[in-house]
Every structure is written in C-alpha cells, then in structure tokens.
C-alpha cells in the first residue's frame, strides 16, 4: 500500500442524507483518491450512517478506515481517536454535511510541500444548497501569503492584521508531526471542541501559508447535532469550558508567558465576548451567576487585560470590555442580557454586509 499524502478525518453522527454528497467531493479530487485517507468515524448514529460508511469502505478499501463507535462520544472526542490512525504527511478535518471544491486539497498539499508550512489556512463559504445549485467560484479578493514566525512580537502583529484565521479546524490542512509535537487535541464531551485544537496551534507555528480561495463550503444544516446543541441551554458553558482547558494548555507549554498579550486578547474575546454573543444569538437566558464568575474569572486570571493594546486599541470594543466590569444582580440581568443580543443583532448585520461586499452580492430594495 503506498504512502498516502493526506488524512481526512470525519465524525459521522446521523448524517446519512449528507454523506454521499461529502464523499463524493472527495472521490473527485484531483489529487486523486489514491493519495488519500479518510478515516470515517461513526459516533453511534441512530440513522443508515454506519451502512453507507461501509459502503464507502468497500469501494475503496485501500483508502478508508471505518471506526464504529458504540457510544456517542461527540466530535472532539472522534477526532482524537481517528488521529490515532492517521499515517499520511498532513491531516485535514473535514464535516459530513459539508464538502470540497475539486481542486481543493491539491492546491493545499502543493502549498504545504512547497513552504515546508506547518499549516495551510484556506476559505470557507457559507451555503444553503448542494454542490450542484452553489456558486463553484473559488477565487477571493485576498492573495496568497506566506507568513514565517521568528517571535512572539512577530507573531502578535500577524493576529492583529489582516488575518483570515477562524476558530475552526475544517478550513486547514495540519502538518501531522506538527499535530503530534504539541499534541494537538480537541475538548472532549462539549459543543466548542475546536478552540482547545486551534488555538495551541496559533501559538506553536513557525510556516503558515494563507491559501486565499474558497475552496471549503460550509453548509447551513438546520436539523445538524452540532445545530441542535448550540441551541440547548445545557450547552451555554460549553465555550467557556473549552477556554478554560485552552488556558490549562497555554499555562503549561509556556505559552501563556511568551505570547502573554496574544493569549490574554484570545481568552477575552472567546471566553467571555464570544460566550455571551453565543448565548444571545441563540437566545439562551444568561443567569447572574454564570455572568459573576465569568466576569471573576477574566479579572483575576488578566488583571490587567484593559491595558492590552489588542483589546482597547479599537474603540468598537471598548463597549464590549466594559461589559466585564458591569456589576449584575437580579435587578439588571434581563437589560444585560439584552444588550447582548443587540450587540450580537449588530455584529450580525455587519458580517451579512461584508459577505455581500464580498461576493458582489445586490441587497433586495
């Protein structure tokens, strides 16, 4: 069996009305199926998912591994289990509801080979049609970068420009011994699990290469697990929890010292902004309590995080940092909360807008 150039993980949990679309676009690489491996973990689907998953391995045996799991572990867990098996040069992560242009993970694996890069970053577009209705443009406004990190300040700068990197894991491709020097891992039974993988790596890489095409579509699943847990109030501290393992991380690989301003500006804008914009956008009612700790938390962990330049620099943001230091009791948490939900309303828009500038897109008058 020859060597194979990349691994492509996928969770699988009732996805059975996706799959086939999600693996055809990788059968249709112009890599090439050969150069492929993709490791299909199903996470105790109630649904077909297990039978078209061995399908798949049938057709091509030499190219997929099937891990069945008996109990539903969620994503971060199946995506720590499947690194376990990866043998290829690079990893790349990858959604069963979503999918891959063709040209997708040639461009990527020749961009790593070339730049020796320990992660390519490439785009992501958002959809709400199948690969045969969606728009197969792939170019952006954005060139290509190569970007080598020598210290921390360089690394600080890189953050606060034009940087196109997201939280997620889907829209890269990993250098697999960069993963298992710093043993990447993601957070393990909670609906956040990428940051505690993403970010480490933000703080480790020496080589990025900044693929600027959309070469990953992200579609919209409404009736998606990951959808339905975003919504579930059980779920609210879930990205906190994640952040808080994040923190554990960077304490321990001296991170958190040497890139001290970059972590701090990470942690406050993920932990306790994000938190919050996540709760409201979903209209998940934040209690007193969860809101106290959180503002103690960022105090007592950053006590000096309102000096950050990162973080005061922009004056957008200085509403949201005097949202940690608002005192809450049961007297105000209603308008709190409903403060974050017009901020959230707000941040929403702008995105909507810059997606249309983006994409040359008309408003309906």
């Known amino acids: 069996m020859s060597q194979k150039k990349i691994s492509v993980i996928i ?7 996706f799959l086939d679309r999600c693996m055809k676009s990788l059968e249709n690489q112009t890599i090439g199926m050969e150069n492929l491996e993709i490791i299909l973990i199903n996470d105790a689907s109630k649904d077909a998912t ?6 798949w391995e049938m057709k091509y045996p030499d190219n997929i591994i099937v891990i069945p799991l008996q109990q539903n572990i969620m994503q971060g867990a199946a995506r720590n289990i499947a690194r376990e098996y990866c043998t290829a040069d690079y990893i790349a992560y990858l959604d069963a509801d979503d999918w891959l242009l063709p040209t997708a993970l040639e461009k990527v694996y020749r961009a790593a080979r070339q730049n020796d890069a320990d992660i390519v970053n490439y785009l992501s577009r958002k959809t709400f049609v199948g690969p045969d209705e969606d728009d197969p443009t792939t170019k952006s406004k954005y060139k290509n970068r190569f ?3 020598n210290n921390p300040q360089e690394r600080f700068d890189f953050f606060m420009g034009d940087c196109p990197l997201r939280r997620g894991c889907w829209d890269k491709l990993f250098r697999r011994e960069f993963v298992e020097e710093h043993d990447l891992r993601f957070a393990e039974g909670v609906f956040d699990e990428e940051s505690l993988f993403t ?10 290469y900044l693929l600027n095409e959309y070469l990953h579509r992200y579609y919209q699943n409404p009736i998606s697990s990951t959808y339905n847990l975003m919504a579930d109030i059980k779920r609210k501290d879930d990205n906190s929890k994640t952040w808080m393992a994040t923190y554990e991380v960077a304490k321990a690989d001296g991170t958190l010292e040497t890139d001290h301003l970059l972590f701090e500006w990470f942690f406050v804008m993920n932990y306790f902004i994000f938190s919050l914009e996540f709760s409201a956008d979903r209209g998940i009612f934040v209690d007193v309590d969860t809101v106290n700790s959180m503002q103690r938390t960022v105090k007592e962990l950053f006590p000096d995080y309102r000096k950050n330049p990162a973080l005061c620099g922009i004056d957008s943001r200085k509403e949201l940092l005097n949202l940690i230091e608002v005192p809450v009791d049961e007297s105000n948490i209603q308008e709190y909360n409903d403060t974050w939900k017009i901020i959230e309303e707000e941040k929403k828009k702008a995105q909507v807008e810059a997606e249309m500038r983006e994409f040359n897109i008309t408003p309906l008058s």
């Open 50 to 55: 297990l039978g078209k998953i061995l399908l």
């Open 199 to 208: 970010t480490p790596a933000y703080l480790h890489f020496r080589k990025i």
């Open 11 to 17: 969770p699988c949990y009732n996805v059975s009305m």
């Open 147 to 149: 970007v080598v990190i």
